[in-house]
């Protein structure tokens, strides 16, 4: 296995590598154009539903979930409109969201989700952690609907806590205590079921099981916007597009310190862009997914055409970030214009997969990203992630272009650790700057990477033909 840790000395002598051409048809920003011309927020009829109406009362004590379910269908049957949430604060289980509605939470108007685990019963059909199951209705869920939309200046609270969903992680610093109950033994029997193809409609949990819900999920739907809320304190993921296209995300603030609190996780997704929203989670601030092993070999279905521009990014993970359910493929990420900035921040940009996920990530651009400060490694590409090289899906990263990146802090600039047989290829960094790293390149089986003007601690690095 090739293994190189650079010193500051060792990059001033850096050897001249063959450029490896990208042959791309189309540059980056024409890309970036193309894909934003897809994606098209959905319209609604000029219709409001004021939820009041329905029978919510807005005094943070009554269960709304039946006027929120009457205000929806009333809005659907009438073909479309806003289901209108006062200001007040309402206090409901599981909300199903049907095509041509908007759910719009007005300015100074909090939905308060239950706490009771029975409110989001029955089960419905879903993805945890990449693998299909019923289990909990997600707090907010759409199932094959186009046209749906959570808008407004309110805010979206999952009270997940110590005492609240979050214990089922199974850790003390979560709530959990010894001999209570934990998710373990539910996602070891749930990943076991997907390796033996257990058919998924015999995958049921729910009821009796702690496989905590995603917060928002639009499942097999389209022409999605959901913008101008703010979102706290998810059971676990926060939204999860999956099997999904035309999803627009813009200008929403999500907040969640628990375990697994992903802020966006565009699964098995096509043609996103999620931009000018603030991120300060306790996971991953954006997760790109495709699907975890056999089940994510079986509906095969890629995450591609993403843009993630003008977002503002505090604690979590990392960033960016592809992986690690990925067994489906990614490709075509654009991430521009974006301003990370805390200690608790892990990463910049991460890629996590093994040989037991596989997959192939492709075709992602990092560009004009500003990181003001980070805990561990600036870039990092990892095919080692949980299990390792311990399976028979060989994975395959490449086409990763950096360019323009300013960073400050980190244990590593650049972290690459790939296998012999599937080393990252077309790596490219260009005009990057990172100061105050502890080490600056850890890389393992990386083919021909391009560094032009790139520079780690004032010492710069460029390699030609």
Not at 11 to 34: H, N
Not at 305 to 323: A, L, Q, S, W
Not at 363 to 390: A, L, P, R, W
């Amino acid at each position: 296995m090739k293994k190189y840790v650079l010193s500051l000395f060792v990059m001033t002598l850096m050897l001249v590598l063959p450029f490896s051409a990208q042959g791309e048809a189309l540059s980056a920003s024409e890309k970036i154009t193309a894909v934003k011309e897809q994606i098209q927020p959905p319209s609604f009829p000029n219709r409001t539903f004021n939820i009041k109406r329905y029978g919510a009362a807005g005094d943070g004590k009554s269960d709304s979930t039946a006027a929120f379910k009457k205000a929806i269908e009333a809005a659907n049957k009438a073909g479309g409109g806003r289901v209108v949430v006062p200001p007040g604060t309402y206090v409901t289980g599981a909300i199903y969201l049907k095509s041509n509605v908007n759910l719009h939470v007005m300015k100074k108007a909090t939905i308060k989700f239950s706490q009771n685990p029975d409110k989001y019963l029955p089960a419905v059909l879903t993805r945890w952690e990449g693998v299909e199951l019923y289990n909990y209705s997600p707090l907010i869920y759409a199932y094959n609907e186009k046209n749906i939309a959570i808008t407004g200046e309110g805010t979206l609270d999952g009270q997940g806590d110590n005492e609240h969903w979050w214990p089922w992680k199974g850790k003390k610093e979560f709530g959990w205590k010894e001999g209570e109950p934990n998710q373990q033994q539910d996602r070891d029997l749930l990943f076991k079921m997907a390796e033996e193809k257990v058919p998924v409609k015999e995958r049921v949990f729910g009821k009796g099981h702690y496989l905590r819900p995603s917060f928002i999920q639009p499942y097999h739907s389209k022409n999605i916007m959901i913008k101008g809320v703010t979102i706290l304190n998810s059971p676990m993921w926060q939204i999860n597009p999956v099997l999904s296209e035309n999803i627009l995300i813009d200008d929403v603030k999500i907040i969640g310190h628990g375990p697994n609190n992903d802020g966006v996780d565009p699964e098995s997704s096509k043609n996103v862009l999620i931009k000018d929203s603030y991120f300060d989670n306790g996971d991953d601030c954006i997760a790109i997914k495709s699907g975890r092993n056999a089940d994510g070999r079986r509906i095969n279905v890629p995450s591609e055409n993403i843009i993630i521009e003008g977002n503002e990014m505090k604690d979590g993970h990392g960033g960016v970030v592809i992986g690690s359910e990925i067994s489906g493929s990614v490709r075509n990420v654009f991430a521009q214009h974006n301003v990370m900035d805390s200690p608790n921040l892990d990463r910049a940009l991460r890629i996590k997969t093994n040989s037991v996920r596989g997959g192939t990530i492709e075709d992602i651009d990092f560009s004009n990203n500003t990181v003001k400060s980070v805990g561990s490694e600036v870039i990092q590409i990892d095919m080692y992630y949980e299990e390792g090289d311990t399976g028979n899906f060989t994975p395959v990263v490449r086409n990763i272009n950096i360019e323009n990146l300013q960073s400050n802090g980190g244990k590593y600039g650049l972290w690459v650790r790939a296998y012999e047989r599937s080393p990252v290829t077309n790596l490219t960094i260009r005009n990057s700057n990172f100061q105050h790293v502890a080490t600056p390149l850890l890389m393992e089986n990386v083919e021909n990477p391009v560094f032009e003007e790139f520079c780690i601690n004032g010492s710069c690095m460029n390699t030609n033909r």
